[in-house]
């Protein structure tokens, strides 16, 4: 059973039907108790009253057959342990009843004590001599008047067996609450568990959705309040996939448009430039027009990459993995041909000889340039770019130069996000290599400074394998 979280739906539902139930049901039992507490006394006054009134003819006889009786003569009662089930004519014979808590003294008119049962005090009771019950400090009393006040009898009990025999009464009602309420709040958990579980999963389908998969969410067995939920986050994601599909299909066109027409003025003004003479006002303009073009053109292509990791790029066609340890050679070969990797790039290619991954060349060619490119540009002049392949499944690049502040790091990966940098750029490279990443199930880590260094920067990809 896992943890609930303190703020969860489930979490406040259980401890909110526990509570009640709790305090309902301790309640009723408080109620309970008030009104066996009534009954009981009641009960036990009755005793009294009924002792009172069957002793007396036994007692009248006992006095005329012994002159009056004396202050100092004990009934005999059966003492503490004497009283077994033998006497009433059932059970084994053995078991012992217990001790007789009601007592009572046998007084005349004028006060004087005639007799007393054998766990009765040698004084009389203080209780007066009238008809009614009275309390003493230790005792309840009942007095009996009877012929006409010649003869009064008193019953008394101890008020500590009262209050023992309330205590043991609730606490036979209280003690299975106590045992119970545990696994009341089990139920519950367990109800609300069951209960919720529709709700846990459109909790985890809505989770497992994002930019690359808008599949409406079915669950035929939902409750009607969360099927209601389900088709209004189905309409909102067949709303926000068409969406989205409209900005790639417009970023792909826009950027497959503008190639051609950027390619044709940068060729024009290439050409512009060798035609004017060094000295021409006109030439320092034109390698300024050229810079612009050529930032156009790699903004063009980013754009395209990115409609195209967008569009789900990623996974092999066969569902296989690729050798790719050419392919990574022909990205570092194509980027030392240009004036920013000639030369700057360091790589073993015998350590590629085992990397493969379920990812499409083209995918993964693209996350290989952004991240070199990335490294190149943004790196120190005075240190290579290290490319090194780690097992078969992981490219690390890294890069000497600034490191980057803790709280940019994680932002690196948004679309036009660029650290503090000189460096020209768009800043689409790691959100680029992120989506691509993603649409595969990899995993991209960035670290800055560089382990085990005090400056730089080292992006880790890590693939997925078949």
Not at 74 to 93: F, N
Not at 332 to 356: C, K, Q
Not at 449 to 462: I, V
């Amino acid at each position: 059973m896992s943890k609930m979280a303190k703020n969860s739906l489930q979490f406040m539902l259980a401890r909110r039907l526990t509570v009640t139930v709790s305090v309902f049901w301790l309640a009723g039992s408080v109620l309970a108790a008030y009104s066996m507490y009534h009954e009981m006394q009641e009960a036990f006054d009755n005793s009294l009253v009924t002792t009172a009134y069957r002793y007396a003819p036994l007692i009248d006889d006992y006095l005329q057959r012994h002159d009056g009786g004396s202050a100092q003569e004990v009934l005999p009662s059966p003492a503490k342990g004497e009283i077994r089930t033998e006497d009433h004519g059932d059970g084994d014979g053995d078991e012992e009843l217990g001790e007789d808590y009601l007592m009572y003294q046998v007084r005349e008119g004028g006060g004087g004590l005639l007799l007393r049962s054998y766990n009765a005090q040698e004084n009389p009771f203080e209780a007066p001599l009238i008809e009614g019950f009275y309390n003493e400090q230790d005792f309840r009393i009942y007095t009996a008047v009877l012929l006409g006040g010649t003869r009064i009898i008193q019953v008394a009990e101890p008020l500590e067996h009262r209050r023992e025999a309330l205590f043991e009464s609730v606490m036979a009602q209280f003690l299975p609450i106590v045992l119970l309420i545990p696994a009341v709040i089990i139920g519950v958990i367990v109800a609300l568990r069951r209960g919720l579980s529709p709700v846990l999963r459109v909790r985890d389908a809505i989770e497992e959705r994002g930019e690359g998969n808008l599949q409406p969410l079915e669950l035929d067995d939902a409750p009607e309040e969360i099927s209601t939920i389900v088709t209004a986050v189905n309409r909102l994601m067949e709303k926000l996939d068409a969406a989205l599909s409209a900005e790639r299909t417009f970023t792909a066109h826009s950027a497959h448009e503008l190639r051609t027409p950027i390619a044709a003025a940068l060729a024009q003004t290439q050409r512009l430039v060798l035609e004017l003479p060094e000295d021409h006002p006109g030439r320092i303009r034109a390698r300024q027009t050229e810079e612009s073009l050529k930032r156009l053109s790699r903004l063009s292509e980013k754009l395209l990459q990115l409609a195209r990791a967008e569009a789900g790029v990623g996974t092999s066609p066969t569902g296989e993995n690729q050798k790719l340890g050419a392919t990574l050679g022909l990205v570092i070969d194509d980027l030392e041909r240009v004036a920013d990797g000639a030369g700057r790039i360091a790589f073993d290619a015998r350590s590629a000889t085992a990397l493969s991954a379920n990812i499409d060349h083209d995918a993964f060619a693209i996350c290989m340039r952004n991240l070199i490119e990335n490294a190149l540009k943004h790196g120190s002049d005075q240190e290579k770019v290290m490319v090194e392949v780690i097992g078969s499944d992981t490219v690390r690049v890294s890069n000497a130069g600034d490191a980057v502040r803790p709280e940019d790091l994680d932002d690196l990966t948004s679309r036009f996000k660029r650290s503090n940098t000189k460096a020209s750029g768009a800043g689409l490279g790691l959100s680029i290599v992120k989506t691509i990443v993603g649409n595969i199930n990899g995993e991209l880590t960035l670290h800055s400074p560089r382990p085990g260094k005090p400056d730089g920067f080292m992006a880790e990809l890590r693939l997925r394998q078949s």
